[in-house]
């Protein structure tokens, strides 16, 4: 008697044949020789190292409060770096949620839910249950829990974000870290999908959820579309009013701009005083620090200050429509509107000057 049943025979393959197993470059990955390799390595084993490391900190679980962490810290990431290993199932979410369970039994005293570290677990099924639920989660079109806001579709702001080339060192260090390292901090995601969306290019959220979903390693369906829509104030989160300034909201963490400096080699010469914004640095810092603004690194493609308030005016208009129309906006609405607002707000076609030599303005923070 055979114990297992033997396997059922190969059927006929007919005259395809059997190809060499691609190579990377014929998958469209470049040789990455020489540079820096992402810190994530594969597979259950991996992953289960990275947990153990994560809760033996004990008081580090028990006082985890996000947003507080620091977007910037690469050299030792300022959470868990375990979605990579949710995300491919190296990781039971059961047995992380478990983990820290068993942390708080011993740490009476500890953090909660929306901000604790089984809040983001919570987080994670909550747009789980929110995208079962909802018919065309994954787009603005007929998905009843979004806003119909009139974004726009240039293709040129959307290519220099998803190249880092923004002109905005904040925002091109971050999305080169996406490049390379396939997984950012969540407040460094929210700065560039604010950047693109609400917050300064006004380009549509399906657009950037797209980009993220091809390069992020823990790209999850529901997680990353619910997260754009927040963070486009599309659903979930309102106040469009509150937008991460590109220049103030990294400095805020890492001053000496280090980060950048990993990240944008091309500035890291540049004084601190400019990294955030080099195009305000005097000609003659620019040459001493080999980067000249509009050679060397892009000049910023809009002044965040007109655009973020031509942004502002969008939302309102688009919030004001919504609700006018209870939610039932069509198309053409949609169209009649951009019209309108595209005769009123033209920040996104008016970049800012570069200050290529002294005096040179300082852009207001928001
Ligand atoms: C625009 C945008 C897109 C995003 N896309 C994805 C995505 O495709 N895949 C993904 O896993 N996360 C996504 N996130 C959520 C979050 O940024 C990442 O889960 C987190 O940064 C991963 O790092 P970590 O494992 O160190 O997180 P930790 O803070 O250590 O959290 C532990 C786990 O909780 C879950 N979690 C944490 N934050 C969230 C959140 N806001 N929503 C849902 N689950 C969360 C993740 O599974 C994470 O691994 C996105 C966030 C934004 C703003």
């Not at 970049?351 to 030599?357: A, E, I, N």
């Amino acid at each position: 008697m055979t114990i297992f049943p033997s396997l059922p025979s190969v059927g006929d393959v007919g005259s395809s044949q059997i190809v060499e197993v691609p190579t990377l470059e014929e998958l469209g990955y470049v040789d990455i020789e020489g540079n820096e390799l992402p810190p994530f390595r594969g597979g259950e084993s991996e992953g289960l190292k990275r947990l153990r490391e994560a809760i033996s900190n004990e008081k580090w679980v028990a006082t985890f409060e996000k947003p507080k962490g620091d977007p910037s810290a690469f050299l030792r990431p300022a959470t868990t770096t375990l979605s990579p290993y949710l995300k491919f199932g190296c990781v039971s979410s059961r047995y992380f949620y478990q983990c820290i369970q068993d942390v708080y039994t011993r740490n009476k005293k500890h953090t909660s839910p929306p901000v604790s570290l089984l809040g983001q677990l919570l987080w994670r099924d909550f747009f789980y249950t929110v995208a079962f639920g909802t018919p065309n989660f994954d787009q603005m079109r007929g998905n009843k829990i979004c806003k119909q806001i009139p974004w726009n579709d240039n293709d040129e702001l959307l290519t220099a974000w998803r190249e880092a080339k923004t002109g905005y060192p904040w925002i091109d260090a971050i999305m080169t870290q996406l490049h390379k390292w396939g997984w950012m901090h969540h407040l460094a995601r929210h700065c560039v999908a604010c950047f693109l969306t609400r917050g300064d290019l006004f380009v549509h959220w399906e657009k950037g959820r797209d980009v993220f979903e091809r390069l992020l390693i823990d790209s999850d369906w529901a997680i990353n579309s619910g997260n754009w829509m927040w963070l486009s104030c599309s659903s979930f989160f309102y106040q469009y009013n509150r937008i991460y300034s590109p220049i103030s909201f990294g400095k805020k963490y890492d001053p000496n701009g280090n980060y950048i400096r990993h990240f944008l080699p091309i500035l890291k010469d540049m004084p601190k005083e400019y990294i955030y914004e080099p195009w305000t640095a005097p000609l003659s810092v620019q040459t001493k620090a080999k980067c000249i603004i509009g050679k060397d690194y892009p000049k910023p493609m809009v002044s965040h200050d007109s655009a973020s308030k031509d942004c502002k005016q969008k939302l309102a208009a688009a919030y004001e429509l919504n609700k006018k129309l209870n939610g039932v906006v069509s198309e053409e609405d949609l169209k009649v509107l951009q019209r309108k607002l595209d005769a009123t707000c033209d920040s996104v076609l008016n970049p800012v000057h570069s200050h290529s030599s002294s005096g040179a303005k300082r852009q207001r923070r928001s």
